[in-house]
Structures are given as structure tokens and as C-alpha cells.
């Protein structure tokens, strides 16, 4: 068993060189209730029972609890950076955001929804780790946001800021690694807002047909097909709408949107505002001058 690391100092000359020790449970080799103390050269020490080492050992792990505070407090060793454990966090939370928006994009190709589960842990991550891009703001004249632009914390992932009918909205592109039918897919973000509070919010998960010439062929000839998935809330109900595509033909095109071949799913008396709420309470102070 792996307990708390400790550090010892030996002095040669005006040098300290710091030595690590980590306590271990060793099972098997010795009585019950005893320990080593594991050198990081691999040496060993017995050690009275856990937490409580004997008094040589307890002497030396006091002196070096002493030497570290000194060290500390002249600035001849630097504390471990609280940035670096926060940079950490932010990365493992990033790829976890990476991994679920991933998952969510596959499952909103079927004609199915998605799980209320697997939107909204996506719409939380999402409103954990957004950020304004102040630099990247534009006002009208009379102040009111015209276009910005926002990033997810630990992520690459880049989105804009618009206005929708006086209401904030978030896109968040994300290409598509792999060409094929469709060249992007797209995570949107709509809130309906009213006197400064979230009365609603709409979560879009879509993916866009490539409308190159030389595209590939859709993968439902030119039968109409789920490209995605909106969810939206209102406070009393949420209902998925599912978003089609339809080739028409080199000349025609396509048609995409709410083509009337997939129900949508209603869940009433269901509705969580939560991310939709924190999502605005970080872009309210930037929505105008």
C-alpha cells in the first residue's frame, strides 16, 4: 500500500540534496503491523507500525521537515506550482469533453436521439469550460453585441458568439478528421432569456453533409436521412427534434431540416436549465457596452 511521500535533506558541504521516501505497506515478508521505509535508491528501513516510525526516523523526518520550511521561506526551493496541478484538471476535464462530444455525435446519426444523459453532461462540460474571447468582441453602435468569439478550457475547440433575435447564441464546429459525406459537424448553443434570467434553451448536435462536387456518395443514396439532434427546454419540457438530409441531386442539391420522416421525442415535465444557466452567467457581462 502507497502512503504519503516524504522527503529527507542530507548536507554535503553547503549542498542539500533531498532524498524521497514513500511509506509502503508490505504484505507477506514481514509481521503484521510493520513497514519499510523504501529509499528511492531501493534501500530499506524498518518502520514501527503506520504513522507512527520509530524515533531515529521520526528525528530525521522532523529535520527534514525543518530544511524544507527554510528552504521555502529564503526561496532556495520553490513550491509545487498550483498552476501546474490546475493545468492538469484542466486537461483531464478537456479530454473527458472530447471523448463525450465524440460519443454524442456518433449516437445523433440514428433515428433515435441521443440519451437526456448524454446531451446534458456534454452542454455541462461545455458550460464548465467556456471563456469570452474579450479581444474578439464586436459592438453596434448603440453596444449591443454584433459577434465574438469563445474557447472551451483544455480543449482546442473554438466557437462564435452571436446574437439570435436579442438572445446569445454558441457554435462550436468541430471538422471531421476523416473526409467523407460530411465535412463538419456542429455543437450549438441557443438561449432564450428574459428580463436577465434563462427561461429556455435549445442544444443543437448536427452533422453537415459535404456539398463538394466530388463529394462521396450520401450514405442514403437520395433517401432523406438523420443528420442530427436538437434539444430544447423551456423549463416545464424538453423535446428532441431530429434534423434530416436529403440529396436531391447535382443539380437540386440538398434539403436539410425538419423533412417530417422521424417523430420527434417529447419528454414532458422534464427540463434542466442548470448548464443553460451557467453558460449565460459567463457571457452576460460581455453581451453589451
Given amino acids: 500500500m502507497l502512503g504519503k511521500k516524504q522527503t529527507t535533506a542530507l548536507t554535503a558541504g553547503a549542498l542539500l540534496l533531498p532524498i524521497s521516501y514513500w511509506w509502503i505497506q508490505v504484505g507477506g515478508s514481514e509481521p503484521a503491523g510493520t513497514?519499510?521505509?523504501?529509499h528511492s535508491s531501493g534501500m530499506t528501513e524498518d518502520v514501527a507500525s503506520l504513522g507512527h516510525p520509530g524515533p531515529e526516523t521520526q528525528d530525521r523526518l522532523e529535520v527534514t521537515r525543518e530544511v524544507h520550511e527554510n528552504q521555502l521561506a529564503s526561496g532556495l526551493l520553490e513550491a509545487p506550482a498550483a498552476s501546474e496541478t490546475a493545468q492538469e484538471e484542466l486537461d483531464s476535464r478537456g479530454q473527458d469533453l472530447e471523448f463525450d462530444l465524440k460519443t454524442l455525435f456518433d449516437?445523433?446519426?440514428n433515428e433515435t436521439p441521443p440519451t437526456l444523459t448524454e446531451v446534458e453532461q456534454v452542454l455541462q462540460r461545455v458550460a464548465d469550460?467556456?471563456?469570452?474571447?474579450?479581444?474578439?468582441l464586436q459592438y453596434s453602435e448603440n453596444g449591443t453585441l454584433l459577434a465574438g468569439r469563445v474557447t472551451i478550457e483544455g480543449t482546442e475547440l473554438t466557437g462564435s458568439l452571436t446574437?439570435?433575435?436579442?438572445?446569445?447564441r454558441i457554435s462550436i464546429p468541430v471538422r471531421m478528421v476523416e473526409k467523407g459525406h460530411f465535412?463538419?459537424?456542429a455543437f450549438d448553443v441557443s438561449l432564450n432569456t428574459k428580463e436577465g434570467s434563462v427561461i429556455?434553451?435549445?442544444t443543437v448536435i448536427q452533422h453537415?453533409?459535404?456539398t463538394l462536387q466530388d463529394a462521396p456518395a450520401?450514405?442514403?443514396g437520395n433517401e432523406p436521412f438523420v443528420c442530427g439532434w436538437s434539444l430544447s427546454s423551456d423549463g416545464s419540457a424538453s423535446t428532441f427534434t431530429p434534423t434530416e438530409a436529403v440529396f436531391l441531386g447535382q443539380s437540386e442539391g440538398w434539403s436539410i431540416g425538419r423533412l417530417g420522416n422521424v417523430d420527434a421525442e417529447a419528454h414532458p415535465g422534464y427540463s434542466n436549465l442548470a448548464a443553460f444557466d451557467e453558460i449565460y452567467a459567463r457571457l452576460a457581462g460581455h453581451l453589451s457596452q
Fill in 35 to 38: 513497514q519499510s521505509l523504501v
Fill in 163 to 168: 446574437m439570435d433575435g436579442g438572445a446569445p
Fill in 183 to 185: 465535412f463538419m459537424r
Fill in 200 to 202: 429556455g434553451g435549445t
Fill in 107 to 109: 449516437s445523433s446519426l
Fill in 208 to 210: 453537415h453533409p459535404n
Fill in 129 to 136: 469550460g467556456i471563456t469570452v474571447d474579450e479581444s474578439s
Fill in 218 to 220: 450520401p450514405p442514403a
